[in-house]
């Protein structure tokens, strides 16, 4: 099971037409119209984060629905969580989906190994890999003959005297390897006193599961009440949480020229105040026709001032926003019953504990003594219990993959290593539904068309 891989094909219908077919191979697929979503759905019906699947192995695929309006079913039937089987009928909002389970290549090539010709207990302590057969080859191959005792070697008489023979290598077993916590290298306190897979294979392992990341990472965290999903967070940034000084030059930025644009706008209505009051002093008082009043004019300047300065500060300050509701992000995930942890909940170690937290330009996962749980890197396990025993309450980097299941108070959570949401193309007006959209362009039709019936009247 290390490193097995379960393709899942998903066949995508709306009513009975038939969408389009996806294959994913991921250990944890989301399900919804958000456009990070790994399985993208365009339904109305359907969340925005509508469910999850986590994918263990071809025997462990589970669906947990993230608290959806319409709910997730499954086989016809409603569910908070469920197991999902090759044949399953998935139903969320109006879209039909049918799965298919395939089976991991490096599984099948295991089970192979083990039906060919699995050597009698006790026979061999130890062997070296041998080539894998099909299946039909090893069914119907006759068993190999006996292999021949080897040659005697000849004679000492006939080794010449001046070349001494060569000493034997030394076929003692050496000390079996330590095995690293899944995810780890080699170095560090091991925690086996056998290998159940060296060191470099599992590394192989790993560096295949990094390159199927693609770009940056995120961590994200699962909250989980029994089998419902109550919080789902993913940390993206790790430098985030505090306000940069470029956005804080932004901000300033737009406050003068707002500013510039109000003290503009003050000297245009106290210039306006000015020719009324003179208009009426040299008509009323001097008796002096309307027209010989020449009223007193600014220069073009100061509309310039006005406009660029409140469209300039309109602008500056939305991108000032924009950076600060980012920056300001949290990226940690804190448990406990403190005021401001992203996660309320009792029994955690302290009061604001973080189970995941920046470290450097990537995530650590923390956890202490008292709580539950383990964590699987591509099927290999290790219990939090055996990580505290050897002096570690930290996995820092968090590894690439890894799936880590952990239990404070009543609470479980699932943090998982996944890769960083992409940012997709959207069209100008994708955020509005189509209702909205046709209700604004309704009521701008009905508006020009009253425009255009008041054009046509003619003016007394």
Request: hydrophobic residues 45%; neutral net charge.
């Amino acid at each position: 099971m290390a490193g097995a891989k379960v393709p899942l094909t998903f066949r995508i219908f709306k009513g009975d037409q038939l969408l389009r077919e996806e294959k994913l191979s991921l250990s944890v697929i989301k399900l919804g119209k958000v456009p990070s979503a790994h399985l993208k759905l365009d339904d109305e019906t359907v969340s925005r984060m509508h469910a999850i699947i986590e994918v263990n192995g071809p025997g462990d695929v589970s669906i947990i629905d993230l608290g959806s309006t319409k709910g997730t079913f499954v086989n016809g039937q409603k569910v908070n969580k469920a197991k999902l089987q090759s044949g399953d009928t998935i139903v969320v909002g109006e879209t039909r989906i049918e799965l298919a389970i395939g089976s991991g290549e490096e599984e099948d090539v295991a089970t192979s190994v083990n039906l060919g010709a699995a050597p009698p207990a006790g026979d061999v302590m130890a062997s070296t890999p041998r080539p894998v057969q099909p299946m039909a080859q090893t069914m119907q191959a006759p068993p190999p003959p006996a292999p021949r005792a080897p040659a005697p070697p000849p004679p000492p008489a006939q080794v010449p005297q001046q070349f001494a023979p060569a000493p034997a290598p030394s076929y003692s077993s050496a000390p079996p390897a330590l095995r690293p916590p899944p995810g780890m290298g080699p170095t560090g306190p091991a925690l086996y006193s056998t290998a159940a897979q060296p060191a470099s294979g599992f590394a192989a392992s790993m560096a295949g599961e990094a390159d199927d990341m693609g770009g940056a990472r995120a961590v994200e965290v699962a909250a989980m009440l029994g089998d419902s999903v109550v919080g789902v967070k993913h940390c993206m940034d790790p430098r985030s949480g505090k306000v940069t000084p470029v956005t804080y030059g932004f901000i300033a930025f737009a406050g003068a020229m707002l500013i510039m644009a109000a003290i503009a706008f003050w000297l245009a209505i106290d210039n306006a105040a000015y020719n009324k009051g003179r208009y009426d002093y040299e008509t009323t008082v001097l008796k002096k026709p309307g027209f010989s009043v020449r009223p007193r004019t600014l220069p073009m300047a100061y509309d310039w001032m006005m406009l660029g300065g409140f469209f300039l500060g309109i602008g500056a300050a939305t991108y000032a926003l924009i950076r600060l509701r980012s920056e300001k992000k949290s990226p940690f995930f804190r448990i406990g019953t403190a005021p401001g942890v992203e996660f309320a909940t009792e029994g955690a170690p302290a009061a604001s504990f973080p189970l995941v937290a920046p470290h450097g330009d990537d995530f650590a996962f923390n956890f202490a003594n008292g709580m539950e749980g383990e964590m699987v890197v591509n099927g290999q396990s290790t219990s939090l219990q055996e990580l505290a025993a050897q002096g570690r309450t930290t996995i820092s980097p968090i590894p690439t993959g890894a799936k880590i299941r952990v239990r404070a108070g009543k609470t479980t959570f699932l943090v998982s290593a996944v890769p960083q949401p992409r940012r997709h193309a959207m069209p100008l007006f994708a955020a509005l539904e189509s209702r909205v959209l046709a209700y604004f362009a309704g009521s701008l039709a009905v508006h020009m068309g009253f425009w255009l019936i008041l054009e046509q009247m003619p003016v007394d």
